[in-house]
């Protein structure tokens, strides 16, 4: 893999957390930057092993010297939730547009060799029809996505302008272990788990019939680790799906839960349907997704008595 040392945003959240456990259990040094200001995190997750500073990613004189003699960074940090974007647009162009730029001309300046952008696919809007493939032209619905895609622009000026390796992974609805649950714009998967366990109607938003492409944790952090192959040029300045390539609806995984559910009204600036294509990933990444998510759930339904 050619790494030795990483530097991994966010490094504390729910993705980030594991890929700086897998960077450290394949013996790199990490350097993990995280301000702790997910608001829908129940707990922060610090690996004691890893080389960890409480920084905000847009603070250049702060973070600049952590980024000397990294190979690759893993950028993770964001303002990651659709709704509370809509209450907060400055925060979100701040962190995710500024925050990127910030993170991508440290990288420049200390010669990293390359930088694994985590992006979204509510990139893809309404008009751009399933399966969602990455030549379509993004539809931003919302200032979550248009901050987000921004970070994308970025990355791709500093590969063509400056010779900065990137590389754009687009996350398909991310659940698993460690999953935020905090407050009503959490994720749903871990939403849900918490609502009936705590004997609690799911919270299920419109008619749920949305449809997602639910992507296990552990296949994100595969997907970096394959993106982040120093030795794979092909990768340097592309988009990659990551997602499983089939998708449920919200009403479908409360069903399968089972127990009580109640629907709450509509929200605005999301999308209807989720669906990766990825077969660009299959073949440029060698990556394949291998978690089922109502496997999933059965297993944790059985493992916490739920």
């Keep these: 893999m050619e790494i030795k040392k990483a530097l991994v945003t966010g490094g504390a959240g729910f993705i980030g957390s594991h890929i700086v456990d897998r960077l450290i259990e394949l ?14 995190h129940d707990n922060f997750y610090w690996n004691k092993k890893a080389e960890n500073y409480r920084e905000d990613i847009c603070d250049y004189e702060s973070i600049r010297s952590l980024f000397n003699g990294v190979d690759v960074v893993f ?3 964001a303002e990651s939730r659709i709704q509370p974007t809509l ?7 701040k962190v995710n547009s500024v925050g990127t730029c910030t993170i991508l001309q440290c990288s420049r300046e200390a010669n990293v060799k390359r930088v694994i952008y985590s992006s979204t696919s509510s990139s893809y809007g309404l008009k751009n029809k399933i399966p969602n493939s990455e030549e379509m032209i993004p539809e931003c619905l919302n ?7 921004s970070g994308e622009e970025f990355c791709k000026m500093y590969t063509n302008l400056f010779g900065l390796e990137t590389v754009i ?4 609805n991310v659940y698993g272990e460690r999953q935020p649950t905090k407050g009503q714009y959490a994720p749903v998967v871990g939403l849900f788990l918490k609502q009936k366990k705590e004997g609690l109607p799911m919270t299920l938003v419109g008619d749920g019939l949305q449809r997602r492409d639910f ?4 296949d994100v952090v595969s997907a970096n680790l394959a993106a982040s192959d120093l030795q794979n040029k092909k990768v340097s300045g592309e988009i990659f799906n990551i997602g499983t ?3 449920h609806s919200i009403l479908d995984l409360a069903l399968h839960i089972g127990g009580e559910y109640v629907f709450i009204p509509p929200r605005l600036g999301e999308s209807k349907e989720s669906l990766a294509s990825n077969s660009k990933a299959k073949f440029f990444l060698q990556w394949s997704p291998e ?10 339904k059985e493992k916490e008595n739920i």
């Design 143 to 149: 200032p979550y996505s248009v901050s987000k895609v």
């Design 169 to 172: 992974l687009r996350y398909f």
């Design 215 to 218: 992507t296990y944790i552990n």
């Design 27 to 40: 013996g790199c040094h990490v350097v993990v930057i995280d301000n702790e200001s997910a608001e829908t």
């Design 245 to 247: 390539a089939e998708n």
């Design 75 to 77: 950028h993770l940090a």
């Design 87 to 93: 209450h907060n647009p400055i925060l979100a162009a």
């Design 291 to 300: 978690t089922n998510i109502k496997s999933w759930i059965d297993t944790v």
